[in-house]
């Protein structure tokens, strides 16, 4: 179930990188509405759901610049344990295909005026943060832009990337995996980014935990990143009530259930897409109770203050919850 309203888009082009249907291959999708018309605005570290086949949809992060309105561009990294998604996308689309996504929604922001910033991507992850790259280049901000990949031949958007950062003069610090397998080297970009550089990571599980076992001592607030797979399973305890405030609908979730799953056998929909708890679409403004957090969209902050929680993974602390539904 999308929840914004929907654009019809077209491939006008796909690009492919690496060895088509391999571990690593990507699809790069340049998607323009079927209207002609310009598509909504959105800001860097925004992404997009995607109908990949019926009751299938994925979210894919913008990649190109924000200032482009005539058309979104997302990558595709092909998923070996993939039946259903990036798997269909690599098998049966084609350039002219008609593909129907949501309107932009961001939870991955870029802090425009941040003295400094710094980018770090792993693998497919590149695609929010090339997004932002491009952004900071349009705003004439500092930064500095480290890339990790399994091969430079399977790196998405690899020349793209050298050739826009080389146009402001800033360096493409890449490490490549068959080359020298020790990764990124995630402290030393931390001890020696300036004291107040805002930072921005997505990639693999893996890369982000470093990351944040690396950022440790960086401020509040200054240490950003995307996952792309939920990190906590949900909470499926249940033994609490909940209360929709719009309808006074009050329902109970039993054992084994979420919310979203509990409401959805009342025949309460509410709008959802990845319901693992990375994209936002299940936003809920808590009134009453306090929320068992299980997403990794709300910041540590948000998430202490209570004041929403994502209905689709998140459960209850409190025998009562009313939400703003
Ligand atoms: S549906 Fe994606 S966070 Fe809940």
Request: with cysteine.
């Amino acid at each position: 179930m999308m929840t914004d309203s929907t654009l019809r888009t077209r491939i006008h082009r796909m690009t492919q990188v690496g060895v088509p249907g391999t571990p690593g291959a990507v699809r790069i999708l340049d998607l323009r509405q079927e209207n002609g018309r310009d598509l909504p605005e959105f800001e860097a570290g925004a992404h997009v759901d995607l109908v990949v086949s019926d009751g299938v949809i994925r979210q894919y992060s913008l990649l190109n610049a924000p200032s482009e309105r005539h058309r979104y561009v997302v990558a595709i990294a092909l998923d070996p344990a993939s039946r259903g998604g990036s798997r269909h996308l690599h098998d049966w689309v084609e350039e002219g295909d008609v593909l129907v996504i949501g309107t932009p929604r961001c939870h991955f922001h870029l802090v425009e005026d941040a003295p400094y910033s710094v980018l770090v991507a792993g693998g497919i992850g590149v695609t929010p943060i090339w997004s932002m790259a491009q952004r900071l280049i349009a705003l004439g901000r500092p930064f500095e832009f480290h890339f990790g990949a399994r091969s430079a031949a399977t790196a998405p958007l690899l020349a793209e990337i050298a050739a826009g950062l080389a146009t402001v003069g800033v360096a493409l610090h890449t490490v490549f995996a068959d080359e020298d397998d020790r990764g990124l080297d995630l402290a030393g970009i931390v001890a020696r980014a300036p004291v107040d550089a805002h930072f921005y990571a997505c990639g693999p599980s893996g890369m982000l935990d470093a990351y944040l076992a690396a950022g440790q001592g960086v401020a509040e607030g200054r240490l950003h990143y995307e996952r792309f797979a939920g990190t906590s399973a949900a909470a499926t305890d249940g033994g609490f009530e909940v209360e929709l405030a719009r309808t006074g609908g009050r329902y109970t979730v039993e054992p084994g259930q979420t919310i979203l799953e509990a409401l959805k056998l009342h025949g309460i929909n509410v709008p959802h897409s990845c319901a693992e708890g990375i994209c936002g679409a299940c936003e809920a403004r808590v009134i009453s109770g306090i929320p068992d957090h299980r997403d990794d969209v709300l910041s540590d902050a948000e998430k202490a203050s209570n004041a929403s929680m994502m209905v689709c993974c998140s459960g209850s602390r409190s025998p009562m919850l009313v939400l703003d539904l």
